[in-house]
């Protein structure tokens, strides 16, 4: 038995014969289960496509997302219940942000991102001897995203140019002097700057070793340096003309002064802040020259005093004294952005006080008109933004719009109550008519306070032209001097020496009405200079961007 079992291990014929049974069904082994490992990543690759195509379908129309989800994947030949779940949520498309930290759920704020999960089953035909099932599960998942962008302002109403006022007033703000004239203003305010040619310029003005827009935005840089900038991007868009001769001027004027701003303050960018320097997207961001400049202006002053004299010859109005104040926006804001839906702009808060010297009649030869108005921070909120689909023409862009709460006193307002933008003045009685023994004091108050936002439509035409809207609060229907004047409390005050003299208060007060409408329009012409209107707000669209939903990471 030995000697059997012995010879049987020595022999060597019939060993390749064994080895290639036995190799043989290994063979066929791996070619079964390479038949289901083929099926399993032919069926994820395609359950993926349709779970691309729903997120994508999903994220163009937001609103029914989960229907239009689950249609896509059914017309994919897939049942509804393969779609698991629909995610909407904000998508930030930001090299900062690590690729999984760049789509957020529940949205914050508004969403403009959709993620779709789809799970199926593939069948396994011999992998089943190995896992003890006959399916596996695949579950997959995309997320697209949509760009619906506008870029608005808010502000700067000057559609009648002064040009006295206007240099005092901008003068002042700039901290120095101005002499433009009303043809240079209406050169400045039609230029058109793109807002990223202005902030590449300013990179270089500055020196600045800037790598991105959000670089620029969040530096310190001379108001000189901004108004250089503003040059040289108006010379890059325009060659020399009229306006190239202003902004010259200006910068010239700005030699010596050495406040600083910060351009984030000025124009908010938005999706636009991580490009690098120099970079444009193919949607520009358009803006009068006299808008950036006005609004640099109002940055530079911070919360410093403005005191002119205002004289427009207006009839009724003997002289004219202007002191006003422009406060901080709130933080965080700016007068221009570059945004999707929900983004906002605001206004500074404005106060004015005007010292009138109104032309007198019979025993009283002049009054003297202490007008103090306050203009709160307005706003405009981008609230819908309509693309059009093949045809780009037919893209509208729609604000809603809250004017700044105005109140108005007729009062003694002192310098630091007027500088002082922690609270709110409560003057009292001013004298109106000194008259030596004989003195009349009165007081008023008058209030706009409705805050509701109106909703304001901007078809592609108007955005194309920047046409500035108006928006006035619904319950202000008369003129802020005649609400003053009925408000209007007078008191007589006759010394040991004086007679009184009948009807005294009558002529006060019928001088003040005659001036009503000279009174009214020094108002409008002061605060539109400063950017801000009498329960009013002017806003304007610069440009519409609409993509089609697109796969991110």
Request: charged share 10%.
């Amino acid at each position: 038995m030995s000697n059997l079992l012995h010879r049987f291990r020595a022999d060597q014929r019939g060993n390749i014969a064994i080895m290639g049974a036995g190799c043989m069904m290994l063979v066929i082994g791996c070619a079964a289960l390479g038949v289901d490992v083929g099926t399993v990543f032919a069926d994820r690759r395609r359950t993926q496509s349709a779970a691309d195509l729903a997120a994508i379908v999903a994220a163009s129309n937001l609103s029914k997302a989960e229907s239009a989800a689950r249609a896509t994947v059914v017309d994919n030949a897939y049942p509804a219940s393969a779609l698991v779940s629909v995610q909407l949520g904000t998508y930030t498309p930001s090299a900062a942000v690590s690729p999984q930290a760049r789509f957020v759920t529940p949205a914050t704020g508004l969403a403009n991102a959709a993620r779709v999960t789809v799970r199926t089953q593939t069948p396994l035909f011999f992998g089943r001897v190995f896992t003890g099932a006959d399916q596996l599960t695949i579950t997959t998942t995309a997320t697209a995203a949509s760009t619906a962008v506008a870029s608005f302002a808010i502000g700067s109403r000057l559609l009648a140019l002064n040009d006295g006022l206007l240099n005092a007033v901008l003068g002042s703000l700039l901290g120095t002097s101005l002499s433009l004239s009303v043809m240079d203003y209406q050169a400045l305010a039609n230029a058109k700057i793109d807002a990223l040619d202005f902030l590449s310029a300013l990179a270089t003005k500055a020196n600045l070793t800037a790598g991105t827009y959000n670089d620029v935005l969040d530096s310190k840089v001379k108001i000189g340096d901004a108004v250089s900038a503003l040059l040289t991007a108006q010379q890059a868009a325009g060659g020399v003309n009229a306006a190239t001769g202003a902004l010259q001027q200006v910068s010239q004027a700005l030699a010596g002064v050495t406040t600083k701003i910060t351009p984030g303050k000025l124009i908010d960018i938005g999706p636009y802040r991580d490009l690098p320097t120099g970079q444009k997207p193919q949607a520009g961001v358009n803006l009068s020259a006299l808008d950036i400049l006005n609004a640099a202006a109002a940055v530079a002053n911070g919360a410093h005093q403005i005191a002119t004299g205002a004289n427009l010859n207006l009839p009724g109005i003997a002289s004219v004294s202007l002191t006003a104040t422009v406060g901080e926006q709130p933080v965080g804001s700016s007068w221009i952005t570059v945004g999707t839906q929900g983004a906002s702009v605001h206004t500074a808060q404005t106060r004015v006080l005007l010292l009138m010297k109104l032309i007198g009649s019979g025993s009283v030869s002049a009054v003297n008109l202490p007008i103090y108005v306050e203009v709160a921070s307005g706003a405009a909120t981008l609230d819908a933004v309509s693309c059009g689909y093949p045809n780009v023409s037919s893209s509208t862009v729609r604000l809603g719009v809250t004017p700044g709460i105005v109140d108005a006193w007729i009062g003694n307002v002192s310098t630091a109550e007027l500088n002082n933008f922690t609270s709110k003045p409560n003057p009292g009685p001013a004298t109106l008519v000194d008259l030596g023994a004989v003195k009349v004091a009165g007081k008023a108050h008058a209030g706009i306070g409705n805050t509701a936002p109106t909703s304001v439509a901007f078809s592609y035409a108007e955005i194309q032209a920047m046409t500035k809207k108006t928006v006035t609060t619904t319950n202000f229907t008369q003129s802020l001097t005649a609400s003053l004047l009925g408000d209007l409390s007078l008191n007589v005050q006759v010394g040991p020496l004086g007679l009184p003299i009948p009807g005294l208060g009558g002529l006060v007060t019928g001088i003040i009405g005659g001036a009503t409408g000279s009174i009214d329009q020094l108002l409008a012409q002061v605060l539109a200079t400063l950017g801000v209107g009498i329960g009013q707000a002017d806003v304007w669209v610069t440009g519409v961007r609409c993509d089609r939903a697109v796969l991110v990471n």
